[in-house]
């Protein structure tokens, strides 16, 4: 009876564990779409960029920007 209560508790975790192994999955699913989302724009941000000749001010943005708060906004934003 010991040795078939050791065995359910195994199977158990061992279906715990695959559980979590397939949210991770997914999780990690969503990653890496999102991570290909993310390069695609940022491809578009440096082509636009480059086809308006706005590469200096780019790189000018780039050096010299820097972080402000706005007590309305959630969030911070990069200005020069």
Same mark, same amino acid.
């Given at each position: 009876? $010991? &040795? ?5 508790? *195994?199977? $158990? ?5 695959? *559980? +979590?192994?397939?949210?991770? /999955? %997914? ?5 890496? *779409?999102? /991570? &290909?989302?993310? %390069?695609?724009?940022? +491809? ?5 960029? /480059? #086809? &308006? &000749?706005?590469?200096?001010?780019? +790189?000018?943005?780039? *050096? /010299?920007?820097?972080?402000?708060? %706005? @007590?309305?906004? @959630?969030? #911070?934003?990069?200005?020069?």
């Amino acid at each position: 009876m $010991a &040795k078939n209560n050791k065995v359910i508790k *195994e199977q $158990a975790m061992y279906q715990n564990l695959q *559980e +979590r192994y397939e949210e991770m /999955h %997914e999780y990690l699913l969503g990653l890496i *779409e999102d /991570h &290909k989302r993310a %390069e695609e724009e940022l +491809r578009y941000l440096n082509d636009f960029v /480059h #086809s &308006k &000749k706005l590469d200096e001010e780019f +790189r000018y943005f780039r *050096e /010299h920007a820097h972080e402000e708060y %706005e @007590p309305d906004l @959630p969030f #911070s934003h990069l200005t020069l």
